[in-house]
């Protein structure tokens, strides 16, 4: 079924579906009503013919395009017939070679010629008005080309396939069955008795609401396994924290002298341990400083503590903690800390322990804090760590635990909204209110989940969704 929004355009678009690179091949796309007879104006067959209209749905022809009497370039054209396309339209697909110059030319033959250019998204933008998927798998599509790691392909490939939506019109099926009886006892006392119904009513609201809460518990591991995790290195100058980012990306990215204070400015990167996206922030030494630019970056080290899903807490065990130790303590101390010692290879010299650590991080939420012996002169400690991440977000297991992962926030703040007009359904029942009240709670719930699959959404939403896609898809 067609969603009719303000939104929906139903002119001919086309866009580059394909990265602008010097590639072996390069796909332009084209869905709408002209699809078909505009890209038969532009193009020709090996016997010099515009012969596309009679090109039958579902395979592909080889030929030319052609700006006049000028050959662009070779082509192989596919045709997908509506509805039976992604758009649920007429889609044109032409595939030339993939340099930028010739996909540019046949673009611009496609607007010259009565095309419009896409925008971002706008193809599947189409697929969702025209039916063909709700919301939730069109977000999938996006996360699926955006996926950093096997997790987040994974999740979004579920998604795409109707994990989620499946459970969301359940749900939904569910709470409009409850919400058309109530409606109908209230209107036909005689032949629908409410007799003991709240309690019914109850019976079947707890376990909707369980499930729904069992999905929004997901979503942090669900926005960790997507997103990455948010990992703030910090310690004193010169404790080793340059050297860590250099062995966790491999690369010399980090500059490591013996001068403290080398780092004056937050250093970030991606870095992947096996199946865990890591998104490090190398930060400046924290300590107290009359260098004013020193300064800044250590008051920037501090904000980025505030924001890190993780704190890679690095001490030169050969030192003694002092009191800009204990500082930066009590900064990680309501965090998600690994605490590294690092120049163990230096045995002779150790003069930090384990227990000296815990009795500093005493009476913080750090119950079982991760402590690790590095020395990043020779690369141990490494696997040790990911071992430990593991441990802190995955519960030492980095397998996917259920089907569903919600890892959207605006899939989250909705079920939480679900979750609330349940609860009030059970407030309402406890309190033995009338039924009316449940109808009004349970069209609240409706509604949310219906959100998430798009079936209750405005334009500005619809516009703001799609407009992060990339062009041509």
């Known amino acids: 079924m067609s969603r009719v929004l303000s939104t929906f355009s139903n002119d001919t678009i086309c866009a580059i579906a394909t990265a602008m690179s ?15 007879s505009i890209c038969n104006t532009i193009y020709v067959s090996s016997q010099k013919e515009h012969t596309l209209l009679s090109h039958k749905p579902n395979s592909i022809r080889f030929g030319y395009i052609c700006d006049g009497d000028e050959i662009i370039d070779e082509v192989m054209i596919s045709y997908m017939k509506a509805p039976h396309s992604y758009t649920m339209e007429d889609v044109i697909e032409i595939n030339s070679h993939g340099g930028m110059l010739v996909m540019n030319r046949i673009l611009n033959l496609l607007l010259q010629t009565g095309c419009r250019m896409a925008e971002p998204g706008e193809f599947t933008k189409r697929a969702f008005l025209n039916g063909r998927i709700d919301l939730t798998k069109a977000e999938a599509v996006m996360d699926i080309i955006s996926a950093q790691n096997n997790f987040a ?6 998604q795409l396939q109707g994990k989620l939506s499946t459970k969301i019109k359940e749900l939904r099926e569910k709470i409009l069955y409850e919400m058309a009886f109530i409606e109908s006892a209230l209107d036909d006392p005689e032949n629908y008795d409410l007799t003991g119904y709240s309690q019914k009513l109850r019976s079947i609201i707890i376990p909707m609401r369980n499930e729904i809460c069992t999905l929004i ?6 926005k960790i396994r997507k997103d990455g995790i948010k990992t703030v290195i910090v310690g004193k100058p010169n404790a080793g924290k340059s050297s860590l980012l250099n062995a966790l990306t491999g690369d010399e990215r980090a500059i490591v002298t013996d001068i403290a204070g080398t780092t004056r400015d937050v250093i970030e990167e991606t870095v992947r341990l096996g199946d865990i996206v890591l998104h490090v922030i190398d930060t400046a030494g924290i300590r107290n400083t ?18 890190a899903d993780l704190i890679l807490y690095i001490l030169d065990s050969t030192s003694e903690t002092d009191n800009e130790d204990k500082e930066i303590i009590e900064l990680c101390k309501s965090k998600k800390t690994i605490v590294l010692l690092n120049k163990n290879d230096l045995s002779d010299n150790i003069k930090i322990t384990e227990d000296i650590v815990r009795m500093h991080f005493s009476g913080s939420s750090n119950e079982h804090l991760p402590i690790i012996r590095t020395s990043m002169l020779k690369g141990n400690g490494l696997e040790e760590l990911k071992d430990a991440i593991s441990d802190l977000f995955f519960n030492g297991d980095i397998v996917h635990k259920q089907e569903i992962y919600i890892t959207n926030l605006r899939h989250k703040d909705l079920l939480s909204k679900a979750g609330n007009s349940l609860e009030l359904v059970l407030d309402s029942i406890e309190k033995n209110l009338s039924e009316d009240f449940y109808t009004v709670d349970l069209t609240g719930a409706y509604e949310a989940l219906g959100e998430i699959l798009g079936e209750e959404i ?16």
């Open 22 to 36: 010097d590639a072996g091949i390069g796909i332009i796309r084209v869905s709408g009503p002209k699809a078909l």
């Open 153 to 158: 392909l994974e999740s979004s490939k579920s």
């Open 458 to 473: 405005g334009d500005d939403l619809v516009e703001e969704i799609f407009s992060k896609f990339c062009m041509g898809k």
């Open 217 to 222: 518990e997901s979503s942090d591991e669900g």
């Open 290 to 307: 009359e260098d004013i630019i020193e300064k800044i970056g250590v008051d920037k080290a501090k904000s980025k503590i505030e924001e």
